[in-house]
């Protein structure tokens, strides 16, 4: 099925209307996905609901709602939505409450692989090839043929049950070493079959998956990629290898953005977040001996990297060359409406915004009303921990906890920081 090229942003205003493929956006804001963790039965709560509210009341274009697994062990922390028939009402419920609030609202789509793991899943983990975490030093089986074909029906009846809900969008996880971005990765993926060797061969996985949700969803809805320029894992996928990739993805037209990202959460996960690095949040967040390992290693674990702003820009401005279809969607460090009207005028169609958001929900109202705007957000990543339980701003008191977010936070054993201490 043929896509629309993408469009000219040349001299666009990112705060007026734009279009993402047959939807159309107030602005080219989009509100990035950070797993969010108010869904302990895997189905839409309240307090998922008023957290997706506020960002659509607070001006965004769009809000992506993370993470919704495409099976039930498909998970990659407590607490997220699981894309069956069942959580049609929740997901409804909370499409139109963004839209009343005049967002569009997207629904990542993902499959966890080796980032999920046993105690999340309670099953082996599924990898490419035979693969031990560095992180958890957990076992990660090889997938097989026949699973690979059943991931890729999931993701197809994953997307159906967003287009049923009334979503306007779904985000296919392409990227942070989650199970479609380790077969892109030469360390992890080892296979000799079609689907490994070669890049064409390792990104076949990834196309597959995209060609069998716009099957399903037509031009009903939105279908978006989130893939990683580079991984940051030695011997990992690096940028020529996925410019080759996002060329092919181009190529097969089924795409209508792409949203490029970096990092892993499976090895040193700062080199995607920068900043701080919280290692006594996630030592207290993990078990025995997980824990008394972060202690001992853990920046070397999760890696330290200095903040900067737009910081995925250098890699992610490859990439306008040679895509020659598809609207590419700047992440990273974008803290400020300069940013953001930089980065259109360069010639990404969107910017997707996370931490500053979290700290801020009605960050752009305010950034419309005053070009001189920054974020509050100081980066000290302890949100990235809360992930564990309900993903929020620990500087931020009013989003502690919530009728729901209180008990499964709690549940959780992750010991979080008072606002006047983060």
């Not at 895997?42 to 957290?51: N, P």
């Not at 290898?241 to 959460?265: F, K, P």
């Not at 920046?299 to 737009?310: N, T």
Request: proline share 6%; glycine share 8%; hydrophobic share 40%.
């Amino acid at each position: 099925m043929a896509r629309p090229s993408s469009p000219s942003t040349d001299s666009a205003d990112p705060f007026q209307p734009a279009t993402l493929g047959p939807v159309t956006l107030r602005n080219r804001i989009i509100k990035a996905a950070t797993s969010e963790g108010r869904s302990p039965d895997g189905l839409v709560t309240e307090d998922l609901i008023e957290f997706h509210r506020r960002f659509a009341a607070g001006g965004v274009g769009m809000t992506t709602v993370a993470y919704c697994t495409v099976s039930a062990d498909a998970a990659s922390a407590p607490g997220q939505i699981n894309m069956s028939r069942r959580a049609i009402p929740g997901l409804r419920k909370l499409a139109d409450t963004v839209h009343a609030a005049g967002a569009a609202v997207s629904a990542q789509l993902g499959h966890a692989g080796v980032v999920g793991g046993r105690r999340v899943n309670k099953v082996t983990p599924m990898a490419p090839s035979r693969f031990i975490n560095p992180q958890s030093f957990e076992y990660c089986r090889p997938i097989t043929r026949t699973e690979i074909h059943t991931v890729i029906e999931q993701f197809g009846d994953a997307a159906q049950v967003a287009v049923d809900a009334g979503f306007d969008a779904v985000e296919l996880h392409m990227g942070h070493l989650y199970l479609p971005s380790s077969f892109l990765s030469p360390a992890m993926n080892r296979r000799k079959d079609e689907y490994g060797g070669s890049i064409d061969n390792r990104a076949r996985f990834c196309r597959q998956i995209a060609q069998r949700v716009r099957d399903v969803v037509g031009d009903n809805i939105a279908v978006i990629a989130k893939l990683s320029m580079e991984d940051g894992l030695r011997g990992g996928i690096a940028i020529p290898e996925s410019l080759r990739v996002a060329q092919l993805l181009d190529a097969d037209r089924n795409l209508d953005a792409i949203e490029l990202t970096q990092g892993s959460s499976v090895f040193k996960p700062m080199y995607l977040f920068r900043g701080d690095t919280p290692v006594d949040e996630f030592a207290a967040a993990m078990k025995p001996p997980i824990s008394l390992a972060l202690k001992v290693m853990g920046k070397w674990a999760l890696g330290s990297y200095p903040y900067r702003d737009q910081y995925m820009l250098e890699s992610a401005r490859q990439f306008l060359p040679v895509v020659a279809h598809t609207p590419l969607i700047l992440l990273g460090g974008i803290t400020s409406r300069r940013h953001i009207v930089d980065a259109v005028a360069e010639g990404f169609s969107y910017v997707a915004i996370g931490r500053a958001l979290l700290r801020e929900p009605d960050l752009i109202n305010q950034m419309a009303k005053d070009p001189t705007k920054r974020s509050l957000c100081n980066h000290n990543n302890k949100c990235m921990v809360t992930v564990f339980g309900r993903t929020h701003c620990v500087l931020d008191p009013e989003q502690r906890y919530g009728d729901i977010g209180d008990e499964l936070f709690r549940s959780s054993g992750v010991r979080e920081e008072r606002a006047d201490t983060a």
